[in-house]
Structure formats: C-alpha cells, structure tokens
C-alpha cells in the first residue's frame, strides 16, 4: 500500500487475569487513531497484543496450578478476541511468547552490551511483582498494616538482593533531556512530559534488567541462569513486530514508531528506559509517547488485584460496540481521567447517536425514499443556507487533522456533532415536509444538502463507530473507495438519481430491559 508509514501501538496487556475495560479503552483509543490515518491515506501499521512473562505471571500461575505457558496461552486469546469483538483493526497482535520475539529480544540484548552497557552485578532493593517494578526507598511508604508499598501504586514491595545484569541507565540522563528539549512532542500530555523530566533530572540510577530467582522470561543470551527483567523484553516487542533485528525486512520501514499509545502509570518506562535501550542499541527512538487517563467506575479505581471488574465484553453486548466506543472517545478528554456510569452511557447513547444522528439520518433517507423515487435528489441551485451548512461539513476533514495532531479525540467527535446539530437546525428551519407541497423542487435541495452533509459526517465517524459509519454510507450508496478524508468535498458529492437502498436505522435507541 503506498502512502506515508504511519505506525501505531497500544501496550501489550498482561494476561494475569481477563481483559478489563482499560485495556478495552487503550484499544479502542489507538484502533481510532490507526484508523483515522488509514482514512488519510497513510500506509499504518497497528499492533496490540500480551505481555506473557515475569514474576507475576508466573506466580498467578502457580496459584492456579498450571504451568505459565498454559495459562498464557489461556488468557492471551481472550485478550486478542476482546479486541476483535471491539472492531478494532489491528494488523498484528504480538505475543511476547511468540518465537520471533524471543529472537528480537536477545537481539537488543546483545546490542546494549556490545555497547557496553550491560554488566554483572549485586542487585539489592526493592521490587513490586504487581507493578513489576522497582522502587527507591523514597518511592515507598509503610501501610497500616506495617507493610511497605509503592507510595504511587499502593502496591506491597518486597526485599530482593541478588546476582543481576544492570543497564547503563544513568549514563544516558543527559542524552534523554536533550531530546525531550529537543523533541517537544516526544511526550504527551504536557503533565506527563513534566513529570518525566523532572524524574530523570533529579538523576538515573542504573536499572536491574535480569533475575535469577524464577526463570518465565527470556534467557539473557550467553547466561541462561538469567531471565531478562520483564520489561526489557515487553517493550520489545515493538521492534519485533518490525522484523528486528532483520532491518531488511519489509516491515522495518514502520519503526520508529510514530507513537506509543499507553496509560499515564506506564509513562517512566516509555519514556526513559526504552528511548535508552534503543539509544544504547544504536536504534532511532519513538516520535511520540502519549499516556492516556485512567477509565474510572463511577469515579472508582477498578484492577485486577482489587477485583472490581467490569467485562468490557459485557458492556459491547449491552450497548452495543460502536455505542460503547462512542461513549469511551466522546466522554472521556484524550489523556484525562474518566469515569462511566449506565446512566452515561444510555444518555450519550440516546442524545448524540440515536437522536442527534440517527434521526437526522432517518427522517432524511425516509423523505427520500418517498419522494424522491428512492434516489439521490437533484441538488437545484443551492442556497445561502444550503452553501454554508455544506462549507461546515466540507472544513471538517482539515478541522479533524488538526486536532489529531494533538490526539484531541473527543474534540473531533464535538466538531463533528456541531455539524450534526447545524445539520438538525437546517432541516428543521427548512421544513422539507411543507415544501413537499409547496416547492417540491426546493424539497429536493434540502434533502440533497442534508444527504451530503450525512455523507461527510459518515465518512468522518468511521474511525470511531465503524460499523454504524459504513451502514450510514451503504444507505447513501457511497462505494466503499470513495470513503477517505480526502472524498469528503465539492469535487466528490452524492451523484443525484443514483439508486438508493430501503432506509433502515442505525441506531437503535437503547430502552430499559423490564426489572
Ligand atoms: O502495564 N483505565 O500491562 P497492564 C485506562 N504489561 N487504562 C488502563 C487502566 C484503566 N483503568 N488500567 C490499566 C502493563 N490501563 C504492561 C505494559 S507495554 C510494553 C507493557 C492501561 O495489563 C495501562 O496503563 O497492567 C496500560 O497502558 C495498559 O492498560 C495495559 O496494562
């Protein structure tokens, strides 16, 4: 496919227990966005996938008494078939059991040490199997129960000393601060550039990258009395996906990435460790690392561990997928928290989809189906009001760019919803169903306008509620090659006398199932 490499991530989730409604909300996210660039005409590569090894995967394993391959390769499917049931388009979902990820692992491993930044060492400190990390004295405090826990995580941490690769981190503070101030844009949003920041200014300390006392990771290539630390090998898996370390594979062309889509708790690792390893590997870095906000439940923090969860399978089933991704996109300010609610969802649901679209979709395409012979009316002389509410739809491809640029996803939607709304006024003011009688050629016009406009706000919600924006599409006989950004306009509208099908609705309002 040509076009510009456009290469997109999500983190890799660890399958430690079923997938919840944050890793269904980072999917969604980065599916919007790989999609909205497909529509643009980039050449996008999307990856997703499982993050398999480490202590905690292990242990939760041993708990349910199996060995850690079984259970991953229980869990992992789940993870892969959430995603699917949620539309989302990606092209690959990695593994980091996978073979090719192995190889690439070793493969980075072995550049950072021919760099010299690998030796052997005595690590002892303290390290969270929950977060898989390790934490500074500074970073801990003592719970009530006398327990020492991550102060930023709440979770419990425990004493580790033993035989450990170390990673040359703190050699590379300097390198790191020069390209954040370099590259403004590395890191987004503006809080989680300052927090990284100020992180590696306050100093680096080298990072413990292989441990002795379990062995589910990958082996440390020349030592395989060591598996590597989990995340080295998880972030990884971004390079994997791109053939490394055969830089002449096809699918090299798509690193660097163009941007990491993760959550804010996971934003160190993005943003210090894997810039180095790839600085250290002698590999060009991300363009772009954006942590998003955490999806609260009513305002509540739900996780695995603290077993509040809710089945993001469950609630596509209840509302709807498309619903379901419009009201995650629409609600939630990309990179802020968010809580959802039922009574959120059904508001959103009802308000902006069935109301605000889907009747203005549905009184339009009847009214045409009835009096227009069921085919794209004549579009007349157009009106000053006809010229400027088409000027809104057609500014709305450029308008949507821009805020992309910033990954300001629900500030697409609201711009496209105020064409909906304008769209709403100007078919109610113009009152097609007396002109029926009065002016049956200014009807036509009216009813041209309002189809068009449904044409540029169907092709720009495909990134969001696809299946939605393809049945509104079929429903305007738009063919499935004239569906791009780049369609949305003067020089591409609706063709009049083209047959339409039967009108039908594309959103069902959503009633109360009966107590
Ligand atoms: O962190 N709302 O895996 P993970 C929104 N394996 N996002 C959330 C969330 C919530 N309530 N809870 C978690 C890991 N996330 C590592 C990543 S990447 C090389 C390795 C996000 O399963 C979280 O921030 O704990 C992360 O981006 C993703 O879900 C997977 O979390």
Known sequence: MAGEPYFITTAISYPNGVPHIGHAYEVIAADAIARFKRLDGFDVFFTTGTDEHGLKIQQTATKAGISPRAFVDDMAPRFRAMAERLDCSFDRFIRTTDADHIASSQALWRRMEENGDIYLAKYAGWYSVRDEAYYDESELVTALDGSRRAEKTGTPVEWVEEESYFFRLSAYAERLLAHYESHPDFIGPDTRRNEVVSFVRSGLQDLSVSRTTFDWGVPVPGNPAHVMYVWVDALTNYITSCGFPDEADPRWRHWPADLHVIGKDIIRFHAVYWPAFLMSAGLPVPERVFGHGFLLNKGEKMSKSVGNVVDPVGLADTYGVDPLRYFVLREVPFGQDGSYSHEAIVNRLNADLANDLGNLAQRSLTMIARNCGGQVPKAGEPSAADRALLALADALPEKARGLMQDLALHAVLAEIWAVVAEANRYFAGQEPWTLRKTDPARMEAVLYTTAEVLRAVGIL??????????????LLAVVPEARSLADV??????????????PSPIFPRYVEPEA
């Open 489 to 502: 306009g003067a020089d591409h509208r609706l063709v009049p006398g083209t047959a339409l099908p039967a």
């Open 461 to 474: 919600v495909q990134p969001f509620i696809p299946s939605a924006a393809a049945r509104l599409l079929d």
